[in-house]
């Protein structure tokens, strides 16, 4: 079974410049979530869909964070303009179905950004 | 209150000794907690879910959990250098995981 993919895996901006992550779930998977973690935290959740439906959406920067899943398989996470503090991993991670006892989330390689 | 708190860590034993890795949560109103393990430059891998007090033991793992203390372990038997990395801590709450910051475990040879 094929795991989550996300690209690019590593990538450097300057800050106001624009940048763009793309993941792709194991197949099958309707739940997919984008999340943040900075260096020394653990991950924080910034978005949630349910196919192509947002569940949460409360710790997504709005002003320049982004996110859409179109046709309920791929996302694509948006960050315009970045700033220094944007600085992270951001992980994708799909799961079956969320709010089971048991549902485990599996996680992409991740992608690094750094912000100069 | 921090939703999440885990030993402070660096946690360092040496080959063979158990592991000992805690965490107290919040929110009463979570449901299940996951143990996760994150080797440096690599994204977090399920080890351990648990949701019912007492104990679950998988090989040299076992998770523990009481709710009424809000207090959930993981306790690693036989440690090996190769269980080096960090361990996060995560409650299940409506469906959605809440990270602690992690404690990093040294096991030395």
């Known amino acids: 079974e094929a795991g989550v993919a996300q690209s690019p895996r590593y990538k450097i901006i300057e800050k106001r410049q624009s940048v763009a992550f793309w993941c792709n779930p194991i197949?099958?998977?309707?739940?997919l979530y984008w999340y943040q973690q900075i260096l020394g935290q653990g991950p924080k959740l910034l978005i949630q869909f349910q196919n192509n439906g947002v569940v949460d959406d409360s710790q997504l920067p709005k002003d320049r964070f982004s996110a859409e899943r179109l046709k309920g398989v791929d996302s694509t996470l948006k960050i315009q303009p970045a700033k220094l503090e944007d600085s992270a991993v951001y992980l994708c991670?799909?799961?079956?179905?969320?709010?089971?006892?048991?549902?485990?989330?599996?996680f992409g390689p991740g992608t690094r950004l750094t912000v100069l | 209150q921090k939703e999440v708190e885990q030993n402070s860590g660096p946690l360092s034993v040496p080959e063979g000794a158990i592991a000992s890795l805690n965490c107290t949560y919040s929110?009463?109103?979570?449901?299940?907690f996951f143990w996760y393990r994150q080797y440096s430059g690599k994204s977090p891998e399920l080890i351990m879910s648990i949701y019912s007090n007492g104990d679950k033991e998988d090989g040299r793992f076992t998770a523990q959990l009481n709710k009424a203390s809000q207090y959930v372990s993981l306790l690693i038997r036989d440690s090996q250098p190769s269980d080096s990395a960090t361990y996060l801590c995560?409650?299940?709450?409506?469906?959605?995981?809440?990270f602690g910051r992690g404690t990093q475990l040294t096991v030395w040879p």
């Open positions: 197949s099958g998977h309707a739940t």
């Open positions: 929110d009463r109103g979570s449901q299940s």
């Open positions: 991670a799909s799961s079956w179905v969320a709010g089971g006892f048991d549902n485990e989330q599996f």
């Open positions: 995560a409650p299940l709450r409506v469906g959605r995981l809440y």
